[in-house]
């Protein structure tokens, strides 16, 4: 029950996820994605200091949490900075592609992962469903920073896919807490080098980015990932994964009504096209009708 409660958390927080990383980046992506992250890591030591477990600096955990850092110090900076040319409800769609980019890396990096040719078709569904949306609607006088923008959201799903590949290959025994984290001051660390000033030279901000910095930190980060790594540790990779594909509709809609983003029928169409893509690349519908007929065996007839 734990696990489902958790799941469905996840997918609230992760439908609200684009729209609070656009608003929080509007004065400056930059401090937006360091503040998130640095108010998450304080926010979260208190419950280190409450569950009183030792918080562990062996090289064994220090390698979690490095990788565990890359979804967070790789992935969402550079969502941070797509989101400046893309609607939120674009960037949940693209984001919906970490089950497929997950599948491939876990073909190569995890035993029994293998690709066929129906995921193969369900990657081209998906492909064709991102052409549908952003053919039409990409904007003649930004062209070239939205399709540099796709790009680099495409970049942050494969490092968001690659931060769950090696965090499951990993194979730890390390409590969610600590995992979370670990990743979060790798990230404040890594997020100062890259800008030492960013965080000591505050830029002025609306009421409306302050308050969803402090959402998506303490909502989106120490919540949101705490869930996350609890569930990537007690189930598959490739089910965690699925969770992106759940929200995008959802994301479609919030934004279009919270953030005046448009939803036209090339939208919808794509945004339809990319989840029955990976919802071929994911469900085993052989197996499914198998199991089917075994639990619901035809009755004789006489």
Same mark, same amino acid.
């Given at each position: 029950m734990k696990i489902v409660l958790a799941y469905l958390a996840i997918v609230l927080i992760w439908t609200t996820t684009p729209l609070a990383i656009k608003w929080s980046g509007e004065t400056d992506w930059l401090f937006g994605v360091a503040?998130?992250?640095? =108010? *998450?890591? +304080?926010? +979260?030591?208190?419950?280190?200091? #409450?569950?009183?477990?030792?918080?562990? /600096?062996? #090289?064994?955990?220090?390698?979690? !949490?490095?990788?565990?850092?890359?979804?967070? %110090?790789? *992935?969402?900076?550079?969502? !941070? #900075?797509?989101?400046? !040319?893309?609607?939120?409800? #674009?960037?949940?769609i693209i984001f919906a592609l970490t089950p497929v980019m997950t599948g491939l890396l876990a073909h190569f990096c995890l035993p029994n992962n293998s690709l066929t040719k129906r995921k193969f078709f369900g990657v081209g569904l998906a492909l064709l469903g991102l052409w549908v949306i952003f053919g039409p609607n990409l904007k003649d006088h930004m062209i070239e920073m939205q399709l540099t923008a796709i790009g680099a959201a495409l970049l942050s799903v494969f490092l968001h896919s690659y931060g769950t590949v090696r965090v499951k290959r990993l194979n730890h025994s390390i409590s969610s807490l600590h995992v979370v984290i670990g990743a979060l001051w790798v990230t404040v660390i890594g997020q100062f080098i890259l800008s030492p000033s960013t965080l000591l030279d505050w830029p002025e901000i609306s009421h409306r980015e302050g308050w969803t910095i402090v959402y998506?930190?303490?909502? *989106?980060?120490?919540?949101?990932? =705490?869930?996350?790594?609890? =569930? %990537?540790?007690?189930?598959?990779?490739?089910?965690?994964?699925?969770?992106?594909?759940?929200?995008?509709? /959802?994301?479609? +809609?919030?934004?279009?009504?919270?953030?005046?983003?448009?939803?036209?029928?090339s939208v919808w169409l794509g945004a339809g096209l990319v989840t029955l893509g990976l919802i071929i690349f994911e469900v085993r519908f052989k197996t499914l009708w198998l199991r089917f007929r075994a639990n619901n065996p035809p009755k004789n007839i006489e």
């Open positions: 503040a998130r992250t640095a =108010l *998450g890591a +304080i926010l +979260i030591l208190p419950i280190l200091y #409450w569950s009183k477990s030792r918080f562990s /600096f062996e #090289w064994s955990a220090i390698k979690v !949490y490095l990788a565990a850092s890359i979804p967070i %110090l790789g *992935g969402m900076t550079i969502m !941070y #900075w797509a989101a400046q !040319y893309l609607p939120s409800g #674009w960037i949940a998506a930190a303490s909502i *989106g980060s120490v919540l949101g990932f =705490l869930l996350y790594f609890y =569930l %990537l540790k007690n189930v598959e990779a490739m089910k965690v994964a699925l969770i992106p594909v759940i929200t995008p509709v /959802f994301a479609l +809609i919030l934004g279009h009504f919270l953030n005046n983003e448009p939803l036209n029928a």
